[in-house]
């Protein structure tokens, strides 16, 4: 009697049913675990303690009745992003122009040491205009504004808000069947994707971990900052009196994060539904008790373990980038340069979602570091062999402009970019939590979807009721 032996795929099929099933039940026993602790613990307690007549002032209690109630939580969460978001912009802007400055005069003094040593002009533009002022361009956009984020966003944390965030918007992320942890990872987010993929861990669930990791880029990191600052700034908020306009582009900034959040939740949502279909685990978050910051901690970690440590990693990535935007803008084929060239090519892409081949093309670029958008924007815009920097607002709106900017161009450019694919940082990180090349994928083709598809649906909609 002869016995069939499996096949490879079918023992295949059958193992990774079996870590399914495995999964699931580690998952409802971890739960009724947690949850019988708590009921025990409970039940315990009321045995044990006995209540005197005179409560004891709960300090901690009274600011959660307000910080978490239903009614002043989320005005009191949108307050201090808000804040956030306007000292970060309002804060960032002096330091920014002055760093640029700097490390453009130290540019001019590279050319006239190249010039000394009699280096070739081609040298001189690819190591110069090309890999240092990419170089330069990041740092002095990117530096100032994590400077003050993240030692903010660190305050948040040290003194225990964190938690209240994350406890507010926990019933919504269980209505998408994620988990409540996710909204910490999201805060992590909007420093950097990277940061926020590594914070995924605390998720103990492999299900619910990998709808955090995959979600994690719908919320807008630091690089895509002054891409969206610039729009709200140049064609929304310069329509109002100077004195309001930073206002403004702080409540742009919020609008735009809770459509962020809303997408993550959506997408949240259908994953957990389909791809990651399963039962929401138990989530169990114990709410640190108030209390005063650790300055020089704070001060530590936002700084040297947070800013420092994703500067270096947009640095390494910016530097070949640079080079690439150089080589595109300066190597020619017939009359026309590489840049010109692929522009052409993705332009009729380009007006379906109301952008244009430039704008396309400047996003394929900036993969390594999306801090390189807008230069790279420009510089294909001004036809130029390197990335420049306009004097002025005004100044850069009119280059926008006379180059078919419309309403529906920025709207379309802003939706782009928090949807778009994350950066190649973000992926690797991506690569290294996973293990797993086709997550990792997924990871970029979700969110490239979302993105033409939200585009596409917003400026066709747009051009209908007469924009653009």
């Not at 019988?36 to 303690?49: F, M, P, Q, R, T």
């Not at 900036?366 to 958008?373: C, K, R």
């Not at 940082?425 to 991506?430: E, K, L, Q, S």
């Not at 293990?435 to 979302?450: A, F």
Request: aromatic share 10%; glycine share 6%; net charge neutral.
């Amino acid at each position: 009697m002869m016995v069939a032996t499996p096949k490879k795929a079918e023992l295949k099929e059958l193992l990774d049913r079996v870590q399914r099933v495995a999964s699931s039940i580690r998952e409802s026993l971890d739960d009724h675990i947690t949850s019988s602790i708590y009921a025990d613990a409970k039940l315990i307690a009321s045995k044990a303690v006995t209540k005197t007549e005179v409560p004891e002032i709960d300090i901690d209690a009274k600011i959660d009745r307000i910080m978490t109630s239903r009614i002043t939580g989320f005005p009191i969460m949108f307050a201090l992003m808000m804040g956030i978001f306007w000292l970060t912009i309002e804060g960032a802007n002096i330091p920014s122009h002055l760093l640029a400055e700097g490390l453009f005069w130290l540019e001019d003094q590279f050319v006239l040491l190249f010039r000394w040593f009699g280096a070739p002009m081609w040298l001189e533009g690819l190591v110069i205009h090309g890999i240092y002022r990419g170089l330069a361009w990041v740092v002095s956009v990117m530096l100032p504004p994590m400077a003050i984020f993240f030692p903010l966003l660190t305050l948040l944390e040290d003194v225990g808000y964190l938690a209240r965030f994350a406890f507010n918007i926990d019933r919504l992320f269980k209505w998408a069947g994620a988990h409540g942890k996710q909204a910490i990872t999201m805060v992590m987010g909007m420093g950097c994707n990277a940061a926020g993929v590594i914070s995924c861990r605390t998720i103990s669930s492999p299900r619910e971990r990998l709808i955090a990791i995959l979600t994690n880029n719908f919320v807008p990191c630091n690089g895509r900052w002054p891409l969206l600052i610039l729009m709200t700034t140049v064609f929304v908020a310069s329509k109002f009196p100077p004195a309001l306009s930073s206002v403004v582009s702080s409540l742009l900034m919020v609008a735009i994060i809770m459509f962020s959040i809303l997408t993550t939740l959506i997408v949240s949502a259908i994953l957990s539904r389909t791809l990651l279909k399963g039962e929401t685990s138990f989530f169990v978050l114990e709410l640190p008790s108030y209390r005063r910051p650790k300055i020089i901690h704070v001060l530590y970690t936002s700084l040297i373990d947070r800013t420092i440590k994703v500067l270096y990693r947009a640095v390494v990535w910016a530097m070949p980038a640079g080079a690439l935007i150089w080589i595109l803008g300066n190597v020619h084929i017939g009359s026309e340069t590489i840049m010109a060239q692929i522009a052409g090519v993705l332009s009729p892409v380009g007006l379906l979602i109301g952008l244009d081949g430039i704008i396309l093309l400047a996003f394929i670029v900036a993969i390594p570091a999306n801090e390189i958008v807008i230069p790279t924007i420009i510089m294909g815009y001004m036809g130029t062999s390197m990335m420049v920097e306009l004097e002025s607002m005004a100044e850069l709106q009119a280059l926008f402009v006379a180059h078919g900017f419309t309403v529906v161009t920025a709207i379309s450019l802003m939706l782009f970019s928090v949807l778009h694919y994350p950066c190649a940082t973000t992926t690797h990180t991506i690569w290294k939590e996973t293990g797993s090349v086709r997550w990792t994928l997924l990871s970029n083709l979700i969110p490239l979807t979302v993105a033409f598809l939200t585009c596409f649906i917003v400026s066709q909609a747009l051009y209908a009721l007469g924009f653009g």
